[in-house]
């Protein structure tokens, strides 16, 4: 989940109108101003810090040089306690399952504003956060017609193909959430926001005056490659047993990597706690470590998690960050990249071709053919553990390497491997994708069995962590050991596809 910084708003009252002054430019302004128009008494108001996207400015050749921003023409929430009450007036989105009861919040866009010419790079969902929840939520479509004036839990469309979660939202903050995937050019882009969990999560909706939901749009006009900022994806595999203190060591590497400042996700390679992965596994061994930086993770689940039935545990721990349970695959965008997670647990949710998983991942990699894609899964279909290759992942590896994917991370084996560039068959090529093993989280380290072909360079005496940064058109790459361990690192550089 990627936060949005929180800089400055101005509510300007004019002619009775409630409007926001938006700062223009690349660089917002640096003083504040406090609202001057207050919520009602039983509504939450945002800190004065709050902003909101500078606007957009068009060319007379359909170029863009700032950001479509585009407010909820509709919202309204539902409640299964209120089965023909409207709330489309109210000034928050109310989301909570407790038990039977139920609410959900819908929101509405009209986009209209895509120059003809234009691509869309990037579309990210603004809401700010009244009441947040750990658990976090989940943006799904809409999959039917509804008004904010009429519908009730009665009326509602059902929800439609998940989207992307909400992760872990904070009270007080503007959260940013990338619905690319659901913005397709001019016409409605409609949502759900729900969430498991019993706390709940408050939004602001569109008559609060201080921050309703929007919908910001980045476009490459006349069909130019779209800019990003870096952003840097780090983690690894088979991480935390409460008999070893490696996950304490891994994690202070995370703390590192955040701590320098950029944009970070935190990725976890599968088999995140041991020996199984239980809820108290997940709550005594993997919650003190790594689960500090829980808000910012997009796990993989592993093998470990399959030792309790349906990998229960970890989906409940994680929530909607691990994607839909009864699948454990899912993809979001990053710095410019699309990264897509995979689910190796093939025996459970098949891997081969033309099953659910490989079918999802190839029509997503057509849907998101961005010029830099990674992805991630536990199980690596090249090893020098096995001294070859694991074949129940090759069609899974295939269809990344006929869209071009650029790397794939992977965990299970307890050390760390880089191959060349290679094709599914493990020839040398150019054009191929960098296999990158990380199954070095905190568990265990284990022996090499001899090397895999074009397997570049091997490291199995420290845990560590991989650390990519992401940039349009290229990555950097470092593996990071644990401080006061054999001392080791790995760099490079690559070229998107």
Same mark, same amino acid.
């Given at each position: ?31 504040? +101003? ?8 039983? /509504? ?6 709050? /902003? ?23 919202? %309204?929430?539902?409640?299964? @306690? ?6 489309? %007036? ?23 504003? #895509?120059?003809?010419? &234009? ?32 519908? +009730? ?7 439609? &193909? ?9 009270? *007080? %903050? ?6 690319? =995937?659901?913005? %397709?050019?001019? *016409? =409605?882009?409609?949502?759900?926001? $729900?969430?498991? !969990?019993?706390?709940? #999560? ?11 939901? /929007? ?23 088979? #991480? ?14 995370? @703390? ?21 992965? !239980?809820? &108290? ?10 689960? =500090? ?75 998101? !053919?961005?010029?830099? /894609?990674? *992805? ?8 020098s553990r096995s001294g070859g290759t694991n074949p129940e992942m090759l069609p899974i590896f295939e269809a990344f390497y006929e869209a071009d994917a650029d790397v794939v991370i992977n965990g299970n084996d307890h050390f760390y491997e880089r191959f060349l560039p290679q094709d599914p068959a493990g020839e040398e090529e150019d054009d191929g994708i960098v296999q990158f093993t990380a199954g070095t989280g905190g568990r265990?380290? @284990? ?7 074009? !397997? ?34 790995? $760099? ?6």
């Open positions: 989940m990627i936060m949005y910084a929180l800089i400055a708003v101005v509510v300007l009252l004019l002619g009775g109108i409630v409007g926001f002054v938006l700062a223009s430019g690349d660089t917002p302004p640096t003083t504040t +101003t406090t609202p001057t128009t207050t919520l009602p008494p039983t /509504t939450t108001t945002l800190p004065p810090t709050t /902003t909101v996207p500078p606007p957009t400015t068009t060319t007379s050749s359909g170029s863009v040089e700032g950001d479509i921003v585009l407010t909820a023409v509709e919202d %309204t929430w539902l409640d299964s @306690d209120e089965l023909v009450t409207p709330m489309g %007036t109210s000034p928050i989105l109310e989301t909570e399952q407790d038990g039977t009861d139920s609410k959900q919040a819908l929101i509405g866009f009209e986009v209209t504003d #895509i120059p003809e010419e &234009a691509t869309i790079a990037s579309a990210a969902l603004h809401l700010a956060v009244l009441d947040g929840s750990e658990q976090g939520g989940l943006i799904s479509l809409v999959d039917g017609p509804w008004t904010e004036a009429e519908t +009730t839990w009665a009326s509602a469309p059902p929800i439609g &193909a998940q989207v992307a979660p909400l992760v872990a939202p904070i009270n *007080g %903050t503007v959260v940013e959430v990338d619905v690319t =995937r659901a913005v %397709t050019g001019n *016409g =409605r882009a409609d949502f759900y926001v $729900t969430t498991e !969990s019993e706390d709940g #999560i408050d939004i602001a909706s569109r008559e609060n005056p201080q921050a309703p939901p /929007t919908l910001v749009i980045t476009l490459a006009g006349g069909g130019e490659p779209p800019t990003a900022e870096e952003a840097v994806l780090v983690g690894a595999g088979d #991480i935390a047993a409460c008999d070893s203190e490696g996950d304490e060591a891994t994690a202070a590497l995370l @703390d590192e990597v955040v701590a320098r400042g950029a944009q970070t996700t935190v990725f976890t390679a599968g088999d995140n706690a041991y020996e199984v992965g !239980s809820a &108290a596994n997940f709550a005594d061994c993997y919650e003190p470590s790594w689960g =500090r930086h829980k808000g910012i993770t997009r796990p993989a689940v592993g093998s470990r998690e399959y030792r309790t039935a349906g990998a229960a545990p970890y989906f409940e721990y994680f929530g909607p960050a691990a994607g839909d349970p009864a699948e454990g695959w899912y993809s979001y965008n990053l710095g410019g990249w699309h990264a897509v997670v995979i689910n190796s647990n093939c025996t459970e949710v098949g891997c081969e071709a033309g099953s659910a998983q490989e079918d999802w991942l190839r029509e997503d990699l057509a849907a998101h !053919s961005t010029a830099c /894609t990674l *992805g991630y899964w536990h199980q690596p279909l090249f090893s265990s380290l @284990d022996d090499f069995e001899g090397p895999s072909p074009n !397997s570049g360079l091997r490291f199995n005496e420290a845990f560590g962590v991989l650390a990519l940064t992401l940039y349009p058109g290229g990555f950097d790459w470092e593996f990071l050991t644990a401080p006061g361990s054999t001392q080791f690192t790995d $760099t490079g550089s690559g070229i998107c596809h």
